[in-house]
């Protein structure tokens, strides 16, 4: 059966220390992504993207102006739903305490999620691992002064 999977991503820059990315281990795959997940039943987009990054990050966010939503076909990597995202700017209402990482895929034991922060500077397509996400840093890299 196909299906849409709706999902809703952060996009948490720092002017220090560049845009937030999430390395995670699911399904016998590694992958690069923005933090942000899956849109429950029942839950508007803008509380999805805060659950997720309390879940995620363990921190509260202010959902900000919306950047991006697919707009093409993309095909899930896990099942056969079709995926739909939709992109916000994000603002920690607090300072993240998390243990960040600057390798990518630097997992802690018993952990299938890690965080590191890539400077604006250095961001490229290829830092992610998604079409939609790659879409994303490309029309982020377009507005960005650097």
């Known amino acids: 059966m196909s299906y849409f999977n709706v999902r809703v991503y952060g996009l948490l820059i ?25 849109l429950e039943l029942g839950e508007g987009l803008r509380d999805a993207l805060k659950r997720e990054f309390m879940e995620e990050c363990n921190a509260g966010i ?3 102006e919306h950047f991006y ?18 992109y ?20 802690a034991e018993n ?5 590191r ?3 604006l500077k250095d961001l490229k397509p290829e830092d992610v691992t998604f079409k939609t996400d790659r879409t994303v840093v490309e029309l982020l890299l377009q507005q960005v002064d650097f």
Request: net charge negative.
């Open 69 to 86: 939503t697919t707009d093409f076909y993309e095909q899930s990597s896990f099942n056969d739903s079709q995926i739909l995202s939709i």
């Open 117 to 119: 922060w890539i400077k």
């Open 88 to 107: 916000y700017f994000v603002k920690a209402l607090d300072p993240l305490e998390m243990a960040f990482k600057t390798d990518v895929f630097d997992f």
């Open 62 to 64: 202010e959902v900000l």
């Open 14 to 38: 720092d002017p220090d220390k560049g845009l937030l990315i999430s390395d995670e281990y699911s399904e016998k795959k590694s992958f690069s992504k923005f933090p942000g997940g899956g």
């Open 111 to 115: 952990s299938t999620q890690s965080f």
